[in-house]
């Protein structure tokens, strides 16, 4: 599917290398989710761009994975071993899951 100039594609049972490349390819735009997962609307994405202020100084954050919860919080996330070794991961967009409320800049 071709909008607003970009290719918004979802992959389905794809292995987690492959999710965190699919990931990798446009941070802001493109999210991961596994099949197995209970929750609905939970996502994992990539922080890229994420600084903090400690102490007063603005601090660049390190490249991470964040999940947005079930109740619509979002946390910094570490797969397990499961995930990492499932084979259910599926690739999608926030454009293409428009109605998950996330800012673009986290």
Known sequence: LRRG??????LENIDFGMAVSFLERDPEENIVYRKGWNGKGM????????????GGETKKLEKHFIIKNVNGTVSTWVPSVN???MRDWIGSTLTENKN??????I
Do not use: E, H, S, Y
Request: hydrophobic share 50%.
């Open 5 to 10: 100039g970009r290719i918004n594609m979802i």
């Open 83 to 85: 995930d990492c070794l």
């Open 43 to 54: 996502f994992v994405k990539i922080c890229a761009d994420t600084q903090v202020v400690i």
């Open 100 to 105: 998950t409320v996330i800012p673009r800049n």
